[in-house]
C-alpha cells in the first residue's frame, strides 16, 4: 500500500514552454502533498506544501507564479513550470501525507532537462 | 532552531560488514522520525517511523532505534544491494513539513 506515482518520469523541454508534472496517491487519500525539488549529490529540498482545495503554501525562494501548484482532489496535485529555462532543470519529487498520519510517502520523481 | 544531521556522509563497507548509521536531532516535541532510502534516479522509500525513545522498528537488515537525542539505523551483514543514500527526517510545524538530514550515502561491496 501507500504508493505515489509521478507522471511523467522524465521531461525534455525547450527553454520557456510550460511542463506540468502530475502526482497521484494511487491507493490512499492525501489532504497534503509535498513538492520537493533536488540537485545531483544534495538532499530534497522543499518547494511547497499544497493542501486539497486550498492555495499551496511555497517556501521561502520559491516563485509561485512560475512553480503554480493545484491539488484539486484528494489523489491528485500538479506542478507546473511555467516559461521554463535551463536553470530549472532538475529532479522533480512529489510525496503524499496519509490523511491523518504523519508519514510522507515520496514519489519515483520526474527528471525535466530544459534545453 | 530544528535540525537533522546525519553521519557519516558516506560509508563503504565489504558485504557482511555491519554498521550503524547516525542521525542526530534537535527538535522541540518530535512528531515522528522518518527512515528513508534513496536510490539513484529515484524518489525517497519509506523504511520506518519511530514516534518515542526506547521505540525499535526492523526490516530485513535494517533495525532502526530512537533515543531522545539521535536515531540509529544498523545495517546487520550487508549486501550490495543495501547500497544506497539513507536519510532520515523529521515533520518540524503543523503542516508536516519535513526537514531532512544531508543523508549517508552507504556503499557495499562484494
Known amino acids: 500500500g501507500a504508493v505515489v506515482s509521478q507522471h511523467p518520469s522524465r521531461v525534455i523541454c525547450k527553454s520557456g514552454t510550460s511542463v506540468k508534472i502530475e502526482c497521484r496517491s494511487l491507493?490512499?487519500?492525501?489532504?497534503?502533498m509535498f513538492w520537493y525539488r533536488q540537485f545531483p549529490k544534495q538532499s530534497l529540498m522543499l518547494m511547497a506544501t499544497?493542501?486539497?482545495?486550498?492555495?499551496?503554501?511555497?517556501e521561502q525562494g520559491v516563485e509561485k507564479d512560475k512553480f503554480l501548484i493545484n491539488h484539486a482532489s484528494l489523489t491528485l496535485s500538479t506542478l507546473t513550470v511555467t516559461s521554463a529555462h535551463p536553470e530549472d532543470s532538475s529532479f522533480y519529487i512529489c510525496s503524499a501525507r496519509v490523511s491523518g498520519g504523519e508519514t510522507q510517502y515520496f514519489g519515483p520523481g520526474t527528471r525535466l532537462l530544459v534545453l | 532552531e530544528d535540525q537533522v544531521t546525519q553521519s557519516p556522509e558516506a560509508l563503504r563497507l565489504q558485504e557482511g560488514e555491519s554498521s550503524s548509521l547516525n542521525c542526530s536531532y534537535t527538535?522541540?516535541?518530535?512528531?515522528?522520525l522518518f527512515w528513508y532510502r534513496q536510490d539513484p534516479g529515484k524518489g525517497p522509500e519509506f523504511l520506518f517511523t519511530l514516534y518515542s525513545a526506547g521505540e525499535e522498528k526492523e526490516k530485513e537488515r535494517l533495525k532502526a532505534t530512537l533515543t531522545k537525542k539521535e536515531s540509529f539505523l544498523h545495517i546487520t551483514a550487508p549486501k550490495p544491494e543495501d547500497s544506497a543514500t539513507y536519510l532520515c527526517a523529521v515533520p518540524i510545524n503543523a503542516g508536516n513539513m519535513l526537514t531532512f538530514g544531508g543523508g549517508t550515502r552507504l556503499m557495499v561491496k562484494p
Open positions: 527538535v522541540s516535541g518530535l512528531r515522528g
Open positions: 499544497s493542501n486539497e482545495g486550498s492555495k499551496a503554501t511555497y
Open positions: 491507493d490512499f487519500q492525501a489532504t497534503t
